[in-house]
């Protein structure tokens, strides 16, 4: 399995040049790739930009959403964003689409959440139509059968938004099925996510109130979603090799606290994980 690493676009205070060093350490590795995640209604770094800018920096490291809220923007620009990030980073790209949970989010764009899962159907579709060999690995998130059928229809893989490696087993399980059902030669890409914060006590409260902020629209749930976030070594090497066993392709791995400390501690608990 690779592991790759978050950028912290949404983690508010992140500074550009932050954003630039973080993506310029990615790339020495010993990442698989880096992602972004997408939050309208919140103090974030608008995702498709950030790669864009982060695949000006790089040479080797993939690029990833960890997923874009594809309902919220026009089919046409969408393609061509993703298009021109997977063009002018010769290929490194892999747009990852989903619906998004947060009701803000589309409060904000002035949109109804009302019908977003037909829309992202739909959107997926004229995407895929509409890219010749310049266009991107396309990969999609969710937790419903649908997103399994819309993965079989028209993407090359699924990707798992966070939890214990059972849960993402489970909904990956459903994609190969699908996948089958309908007929699809290989196999889908298989991709999941984590949070992480290292240091001290202090540092891994930030990444816990930052997750409980972040995480506010599932009201007492964003509690328990806080006490996930991973905080040690010893919790990241298990959560990685769970992955690994339950078939996780790539783990991308979104940082809580918006220093550059956090990449470097990283890289050390996965040297140790990874020999």
């Not at 990833?64 to 980073?89: C, F, H, K, W």
Request: aromatic share 8%; with cysteine.
């Amino acid at each position: 399995m690779k592991v790759g690493i978050g950028l912290p676009n949404a983690v508010p205070g992140a500074p550009r040049s932050l954003i630039e060093e973080w993506s310029r350490r990615a790339d020495a590795g010993p990442f698989s790739s880096l992602g972004v995640v997408d939050r309208p209604h919140y103090d974030a770094y608008e995702p498709m930009s950030s790669l864009a800018l982060a695949a000006s920096l790089t040479e080797r490291i993939g690029l990833v959403t960890m997923v874009v809220i594809g309902p919220l923007r026009d089919t046409a620009r969408l393609g061509e964003e993703a298009a021109t990030i997977a063009q002018v980073s010769g290929g490194r790209f892999t747009l990852g689409l989903g619906v998004g949970g947060r009701p803000g989010d589309y409060t904000k764009a002035g949109l109804s959440s009302q019908g977003r899962g037909e829309r992202l159907t739909e959107q997926l579709g004229d995407l895929r139509a509409g890219w010749n060999e310049g266009g991107p690995a396309l990969i999609v998130g969710g937790l419903s059968d649908m997103t399994s059928l819309r993965i079989a229809r028209y993407a090359d893989g699924y990707v798992h938004g966070g939890g214990p490696p059972k849960t993402f087993e489970r909904s990956a399980d459903r994609t190969r099925t699908a996948w089958n059902d309908l007929g699809r030669i290989g196999a889908p890409q298989l991709w999941a996510q984590g949070y992480f914060a290292l240091g001290d006590e202090e540092t891994v409260e930030r990444g816990r109130t930052y997750m409980r902020d972040y995480y506010s629209f599932t009201g007492p749930f964003a509690d328990r979603i806080a006490e996930g976030m991973l905080a040690t070594p010893q919790g990241i090497a298990a959560f990685v090799r769970g992955y690994a066993e339950a078939g996780c392709d790539e783990l991308v791995l979104l940082p809580a606290v918006a220093n550059i400390e956090q990449l470097m501690r990283l890289q050390e608990v996965l040297s140790g994980v990874m020999d």
